[in-house]
């Protein structure tokens, strides 16, 4: 009889990863575990946890890029391997992965397969994409990673090839979990993979599985059929995600000399014309034009 993990990557425990638990829970029981980024000291979540920071990242010879707890998410599926190595799959699921109908059912019918890798929608992905471009040399292929399943022996060939890129540094190039894994899998003869919307499309095809847009909750909470949707945010989640999206300022750096010069009253006009001319736009998104 194979052991099947599910773990939860995240990197605060909120409503929506509380959420996810509940509904985990009665499915995998105490083979439900959250791998945790940079947990605080005073967050016990109520399943076990792998901890996962910089220092474990060195600890298992891998590359701590900036951003490694957003870019590698593979990262989290090998901490998980080394805490809980008695597993033969493991699946990692983000708290922004909403299940419809019966998500029992979902992972009943993944029982039987045996491929090393699971992933909703396995494709090709361009080779001038910006992660692409830390692996030459190599078809590149890439699945969301919001939601995937990994075989035991998948993440031991996984790491030693992991620990081998990381050497190489890349750096802003560095491969993200999706591309370093599919394509590094699709290259190696000994593992195998399926997407999840060949094999079970009733679950996959008709549901919105991708890295934006934002969807609110309320949308497919109430849903009957069956489907896997992400990224899904509660209300609060949803207007701090489309807030910090509106607000991304990045480009006034290349403003700085000018912006130097303006005064607080000039500042405070920014805000108002932009304030008014984004809810026109917001206005104009729901409505429609007058």
Known sequence: MTTTIAAIRTHKWD?????????????????????????????????PVVDINEDSVKAMALDPVSDWGWR???????????????ADFYWL?????????????FFTRTEARTEDLLGTRIEKQDSGHRFAKGMPGIKHWRAIFALVRFSGRALDILLAQRQAYAKLGFNRFYANDETF??????????????????????????AQVATDPDMLLDLVVDRQDRGIYHPVRTRDSFIASLADRIANTGFLSAMRPSLARLTPENE?????????????????VRFGKD
């Open 93 to 105: 699921i983000e708290p922004d992965v909403f299940f419809t109908g019966d998500i029992e059912d």
């Open 15 to 47: 409503e929506a990863t509380e959420a996810l638990a509940n509904r985990l829970r009665p499915v995998f029981g105490d083979n439900l575990v959250v791998v945790f980024h940079n947990r605080p000291a005073d967050v016990t979540p109520p399943i």
């Open 181 to 206: 894994c599919f394509s590094t899998a699709k290259a190696d003869p000994r593992l195998t993979m399926a997407s999840l919307s060949e094999i079970m499309p009733d679950w996959v095809r008709h």
């Open 268 to 284: 405070a006009e920014v805000l108002r014309q932009a304030g008014r001319k984004i809810l026109a736009d917001l206005h104009e």
């Open 72 to 86: 590698c998410g593979d990262y989290f599926l090998y901490a998980l391997r080394k805490a809980r190595p008695e």
